[in-house]
């Protein structure tokens, strides 16, 4: 099964409102990873959070993660219509390799 | 970092015929990944493939559906077999590293 959910699963805003999505996941990971896809084409990736980090910046993106909890969020200030795209969450699992488990992913509208 | 492309980008094909996607990586990797995006979902974990054995499959995907070659450390071939409607989804390969994966932009695979 999937490790990790998220919520909400579609988000429309405004431009220049902040966008929240959240993550929950199962099992103790190594790391945290959110990407962003546009228009279904290859995911890029965002930023990372480790599992001993509680909260990361790059740029407008804000991600936070609460491993009691099981859970991360992403923010994303001051949004643009640029930044329409799905978010996917991404755990690795903490195995020893590399193996990602992908959250169902947030689709985000943004509107000029 | 790594540049990732894949061939066919899209394609449309007949039920009961296959088709091979390939995955070229601009560095030698030694591990690849490949992933099937159905319509509106995540992505989920198809199997990992090292140069030089067998690829390891994750649970509900088998060989002799999605054979899997990995003939030199910057290539990979995906097939997929004896295609049904229920197979039409994005397929997307990609290259992990420490802190990250490289995905390249997948192809569109519908099957009529």
């Known amino acids: 099964s999937q490790q990790g959910e998220e919520d909400p699963q579609a988000l429309s805003i405004q431009e220049g409102e902040n966008a929240t999505m959240n993550c929950s996941y199962k099992t103790s990971i190594n790391n945290l990873q959110w990407y962003r896809q546009n228009s279904g084409r290859g995911l890029v990736h965002l930023i990372l959070i480790r599992s001993n980090e509680r909260e990361k910046h790059s740029g407008r993106l804000r991600v936070t993660l609460d491993t009691s909890k099981k859970s991360s969020s992403l923010l994303i200030t001051a949004s643009r219509a640029a930044d329409t795209a799905s978010y996917f969450c991404?755990?690795?699992?903490?195995?020893?390799?590399?193996?990602?488990?992908f959250g169902a992913g947030t689709r985000l509208f943004v509107k000029a | 970092s790594a540049v990732i492309s894949q061939k066919p980008s899209r394609d449309i094909c007949q039920r009961g015929t296959s088709l091979t996607i390939q995955c070229q990586v601009d560095s030698q990797v030694t591990m690849m990944f490949w992933y099937r995006q159905q319509p509106g979902q995540s992505l989920t974990l198809i199997a990992t493939?090292?140069?030089?054995?067998?690829?390891?499959?994750e649970s509900g995907f088998v060989i002799d559906k999605f054979p899997i070659s990995r003939p030199n450390l910057t290539f990979s071939t995906l097939t997929v077999s004896n295609m049904s409607p229920e197979d039409s989804s994005i397929y997307l390969c990609?290259?992990?590293?420490?802190?990250?994966?490289?995905f390249g932009p997948g192809t569109r695979l519908t099957v009529l």
């Open positions: 990609s290259v992990p590293r420490p802190d990250t994966q490289y």
């Open positions: 493939a090292n140069q030089g054995s067998e690829a390891t499959y």
């Open positions: 991404a755990t690795v699992l903490n195995t020893g390799g590399f193996k990602t488990i």
